[in-house]
Nanobody, 126 residues
Framework: QVQLAESGGGLVQAGESLRLSCAAS????????MGWYRQAPGKQRELVAT???????NFADSVKGRFTISRDNAKNMVYLQMNSLKPEDTAVYYC????????????????????WGQGTLVTVSS
């Protein structure tokens, strides 16, 4: 019923930039907070950045000043602009959204969902 699809990952050299995109689709009523998380090999998933519907942002200390997060509420999309990438930024990046979606054949019901995308791999070489 609801899907998050990330795109934009790839292999870059240290110091370069990448822009990740995430599109939410399905029977969505509204989306509250959206964000990006990452998981490096052998490590736990960690928060990278979040953005509220109103545009308030929060960043992990490790990416402050290098990453920016933005969203397009009309398109149900969230973006992560990553600049000055470092090898330690190498990870699978996951999109996350707190949302409300319609249920039932007549869209008469609503349910909340914390949704995750499948992830996109970012590799930064030194």
């Amino acid at each position: 019923q609801v899907q998050l699809a990330e795109s934009g990952g790839g292999l870059v050299q240290a110091g370069e930039s990448l822009r990740l995109s995430c599109a939410a689709s399905g029977s969505i009523f509204s989306i509250n907070a959206m964000g990006w998380y990452r998981q490096a090999p052998g490590k736990q998933r960690e928060l990278v950045a979040t953005i509220t519907k109103g545009g308030n942002t929060n960043f992990a200390d490790s990416v402050k000043g290098r990453f920016t997060i933005s969203r397009d509420n009309a398109k149900n999309m969230v973006y992560l602009q990553m600049n000055s990438l470092k090898p330690e930024d190498t990870a699978v990046y996951y999109c996350n959204a707190d949302l409300i979606y319609y249920t039932g054949t007549d869209y008469g019901g609503r349910k909340t969902l914390n949704a995750w995308g499948q992830g996109t791999l970012v590799t930064v070489s030194s």
